[in-house]
C-alpha cells in the first residue's frame, strides 16, 4: 500500500475519531444531590473525551504527515 493512501486513511480515521471525542458524552444529564455533585465524577467523563479527542488529533496528524511525504519527491 502506498504511503499516499495509508495516510488518507489514516486522515479519515483520525478525523472521525476526533468528532467521536468531541461529541462523546455532552448529553449526559448529573443526578447530584442537594448539596452538589462530586468535583472528580467531571474529571473521568472529560478525561475519556479528551483522551479520546487527543488520540484523533495524532492519527489525523499523521496521516497529514504522510500524505506530504508522499508528495515530496526524493
Known amino acids: 500500500m502506498e504511503k499516499r493512501t495509508v495516510g488518507v486513511v ?10 467521536f471525542g468531541y461529541f462523546y458524552g455532552t448529553n449526559v444529564s448529573y443526578n447530584c444531590p442537594s448539596n ?5 465524577m467531571f474529571d473521568e467523563i ?3 473525551r479528551y483522551t ?4 484523533g488529533i495524532s492519527i ?9 511525504r508522499s508528495g515530496v519527491s526524493t
Do not use: R
Open 46 to 48: 472529560n478525561f475519556i
Open 52 to 55: 479520546i479527542f487527543a488520540i
Open 36 to 40: 452538589g455533585c462530586d468535583p472528580h
Open 60 to 68: 489525523s496528524v499523521i496521516g497529514i504527515v504522510l500524505v506530504v
Open 10 to 19: 489514516l486522515l479519515i480515521i483520525g478525523i472521525l475519531i476526533a468528532v
